[in-house]
């Protein structure tokens, strides 16, 4: 089957493999740190490479639409393994910041340099459907209004904040309902590409992407256990290492993935990659770590710090004014790129 890929494919191919197994066995033969962190962050870029290829020999049958659920589906898999590692270690603060990290990189970082990138490919002016931005504005705010409502109840001590798991699991379970509804109707209508021949054949592709997801979560999490030393050692908060670095890290995949589309003219698929992500994280990921969380001893609920309640709710409006005209220039790309500075920059003095 490894036939209709070109040399320079099945080349670098191998190269991931091996790159993998050798962090693998770092990681398990007793590695140093420092070494497992080099070679853990050549793998994720590899693996990138491998979800970014398959993604698209997917996406010549199926359009942008299912491509970019499934793409975004294993490309979150490394979030899901950190935080339940983090979980399961009782390291909550970790946890949360890296859901928010996954968010905020996405929406603002990712979004941005793909914005930059497709804009620079067309010349000046990006386009693309206007329905997947605003239908991610929706289950954004959606999940957000739980986070506020939270919010508020907890810092005013009334008596809902005695039941915040109560009140997070009946919320999760809103939200996943609502996120089917949305992916079931969003795939029904999605437009046929009109292709009926692609280079590289179905099973392959859809193998390639599996087996890449699963590599970026064991990757990920080699990864970041290997920053925990460096951390200690520079005196960076847990804040700013799960927003920021864990944020960075697990996101590898959407940012090589969306930035490689855009930079090729394929606009609707590399807003759908990152776009889908957005969506997944606040309505599937999140909501489904709050309930898988009930079976371990610390429970993870959507009561978050007021400054990012504040940063998440500004966070949507931003990314739906930008996006949701369907068209997108340069400077707005920069603009996103900069609201993720600046709350990294107040993460870091958190």
């Given at each position: ?44 870029a ?21 491509t ?7 490309g ?30 996405n929406a603002?970082l990712?979004?941005g ?8 490919a ?53 939200l ?32 390639l ?8 979560a ?9 920053l ?13 290492t ?76 931003s ?18 790129v ?13």
């Amino acid at each position: 089957m490894l036939a209709c890929l070109t040399m320079r494919e099945r080349v670098l191919l191998g190269i991931v493999g091996l790159v993998v197994a050798a962090t693998a066995v770092l990681e398990y033969g007793g590695g140093s740190e420092v070494s497992v962190f080099v070679v853990a962050a050549l793998a994720l870029a590899g693996v990138a490479w491998v979800v970014s290829f398959a993604t698209e020999a997917v996406g010549e049958r199926f359009g942008p639409a299912l491509t970019g659920v499934l793409q975004s589906t294993l490309g979150n898999l490394p979030e899901l393994f950190v935080v339940l590692f983090a979980l399961s270690a009782g390291e909550l603060v970790v946890a949360q910041y890296s859901i928010l990290g996954s968010l905020f990189a996405n929406a603002l970082l990712v979004l941005g340099l793909v914005i930059l990138a497709g804009s620079r490919a067309a010349g000046g002016t990006m386009r693309f459907g206007r329905r997947l931005p605003n239908d991610t504005a929706t289950l954004l705010l959606l999940a957000i209004f739980i986070i506020v409502l939270l919010g508020v109840s907890d810092r005013a001590g009334d008596e809902a904040s005695q039941h915040q798991v109560a009140i997070s699991v009946i919320g999760a379970v809103v939200l996943l309902a609502v996120y089917g509804v949305w992916v079931f109707f969003y795939l029904r209508e999605r437009e046929d590409t009109g292709v009926t021949e692609a280079r590289v054949p179905l099973p392959l592709a859809i193998g390639l992407l599996a087996g890449a997801g699963v590599a970026a979560a064991f990757v990920s999490d080699w990864f970041v256990s290997a920053l925990a030393p460096a951390i200690d050692s520079l005196g960076i908060s847990e804040e700013f290492t799960g927003l920021v670095i864990v944020g960075i890290a697990g996101n590898a995949v959407e940012n090589v993935v969306g930035i490689s589309l855009a930079a090729k003219g394929q606009n609707d698929l590399a807003i759908s990659v990152v776009k889908n992500s957005v969506a997944q994280i606040a309505a599937f990921l999140f909501p489904l770590l709050v309930l898988l969380s009930l079976f371990l001893d610390t429970r993870l609920t959507f009561v978050l710090p007021a400054v990012y309640v504040g940063a998440l709710l500004l966070m949507a409006i931003s990314v739906w004014q930008v996006t949701q005209d369907g068209e997108a220039v340069a400077f707005e790309g920069l603009a996103l790129v900069g609201f993720y500075v600046i709350l990294a920059v107040i993460t870091f003095y958190e």
